[in-house]
């Protein structure tokens, strides 16, 4: 009985395995699925970019990104192969595990059996029951007979019933070798598909390395253009606060001057009525707690859509729906060795495509520089830049919506669609992929 129960668990145990493993299969081949759908798409991308311009550094960009989403799918096979290994050892595990009680049970069987033959004369039988020394011990013999009958037929169901699972796991146990076979193959597959993309990465890099004159002077241009775009955030911001400062200075001789009617108004009652006698006393001197230093920026109007862009800090929308990334927020480093600085994130995508303002507020500044326009908007004490845009559809003092379209992507130095975004406040530029929310 103690060996079927334990024949029962270790069922219940390959069961419940199987059933997590195949949990653990669906969600990889799931993520394996989706990172070949990004592979495809990278593949559009730099099809296009190829049939309109030369190398560049967005074909650059593309190809380490499906380098990298290849990268990713060989990571995923090889985790795979590792749950197929762990699933073929506890299989093989549990096949040991039959054997040795397919050994145990054929052992106890064969001495029953043996038992059985020496005792099998009806004498033996008759003789072991009429030997009792009285009617309730011949009942409990008889009894014994019968179920030492039945364990012997339970023995041989046992047997039989281990022999099947056995089968059964040994079966399953090769379809799983089978398809980490299977695997395995798809593995080598994926990764000579790896080797080719790294080959045609090293020939990318060559080329623009070959270009690295005319990459120095794109790179020179656009740390001016950079500049002429840094200096117009710094002057909106000058602006803004002229602004501002010229507002509560306003605002604060409208209260004065209120406030001086009211005491005259106050003093001409006070002479018209009867005098009362007045305690003397001596004035206490109070001192003001010292407030926070707030930005100038800040007003009634503007401080909670401050604080809500704030809070919304690694949660913001992105302006493009859809796009690569061409140049990181601080330095980077070019093909040709060359290094360059980046106050904001280059992002490229189809020209003609609409930029989308990441949160509300209000435009400070529509200008021209360099053949490309640039929109500034404010939000509280922070501002977002878009630059190298095209078609330009808000106007300055406009108030404007998360998501609304501001304008459409120019194209940049290489011909390929690309726009710079930028966040600052008054001290500082922060890096945009901190404050956009991630894909």
């Known amino acids: 009985m103690i060996k079927f129960i ?5 069922l219940t145990c390959s069961f419940f395995f199987t059933f997590t493993y195949a949990q653990t299969k669906e969600e990889l081949e799931q993520q394996r699925q989706q990172l070949k759908k990004e592979i495809e798409q990278t593949e559009k991308l730099l099809n296009s970019n190829k049939s309109k311009t030369k190398e560049n550094l967005l074909t650059l960009t593309l190809i380490s990104k499906k380098v990298n989403l290849q990268d990713r799918v060989i990571d995923n096979i090889s985790r795979d192969l590792n749950r197929l290994d762990n699933n073929i050892y506890t299989m093989q595990k549990d096949v040991r595990r039959y054997d ?10 064969a001495r029953s059996m043996i038992y059985a033959y020496k005792n099998r004369s009806n004498y033996d039988f008759l003789n072991f029951i009429f030997s009792s020394s009285n ?20 023995q041989g ?35 000579a598909v790896l080797e080719t993309q790294k080959k045609e990465q090293d020939r990318i890099v060559s080329e623009l390395k070959k270009q690295g004159k005319e990459l120095n002077k794109q790179i020179a241009a656009k740390q001016k253009q950079m ?13 803004a606060q002229e602004e501002a400062k010229r507002e509560a200075l306003a605002k604060a001789l409208a209260e004065e001057k209120k406030r001086k009617e009211e005491e005259r108004l106050s003093k001409m009652n006070n002479e018209n009525a009867p005098a009362k006698p007045t305690k003397s006393s001596t004035p206490t001197k109070t001192t003001a707690p010292a407030k ?23 949660n913001l929308p992105w302006p493009l729906d859809r796009g690569t990334i061409l140049m990181h927020y601080g330095p980077n480093t070019l093909p040709s060795g060359s290094r360059i600085d980046v106050t904001s994130v280059t992002i490229s995508s189809d020209i003609g495509t609409s930029v989308k303002a990441v949160f509300d507020g209000t435009v400070s500044a529509v200008q021209t520089i360099e053949d490309m ?13 878009y630059s190298n845009l095209q078609g330009v559809t808000v106007q300055k003092g406009q108030d404007v919506r998360t998501g609304q379209t501001v304008g459409k992507v120019a194209p940049n130095f290489d011909g390929v669609g690309a726009i710079d975004f930028y966040i600052s406040n008054e001290h500082n530029n922060f890096d945009p992929e901190t404050w956009l929310r991630r894909k």
């Open 292 to 314: 926070k230093e707030e930005s100038v920026l800040l007003n009634a109007e503007n401080i909670a859509l401050n604080a809500s862009f704030e809070k919304n800090r690694h």
């Open 100 to 109: 040795k009680l397919l050994d145990t049970l054929k052992l106890e069987y």
């Open 6 to 10: 334990l024949t029962l668990s270790l």
């Open 157 to 191: 169901q046992n047997i039989l019933r281990t022999q099947e699972l056995r089968k059964s796991k040994i079966g399953e146990l090769n379809g799983v070798k089978q398809k980490k076979n299977v695997t395995l193959q798809e593995q080598s597959k994926e990764m």
């Open 227 to 239: 500049q002429k775009v840094n200096n117009a955030i710094a002057a909106a911001i000058r602006k």
């Open 373 to 385: 326009q640039v929109v500034i908007i404010q939000h509280g004490k922070y501002f977002t830049t």
């Open 135 to 154: 009617f309730n011990d011949a009942i409990k013999r008889i009894t014994y007979l019968k179920s030492y009958r039945t364990y012997r037929e339970m």
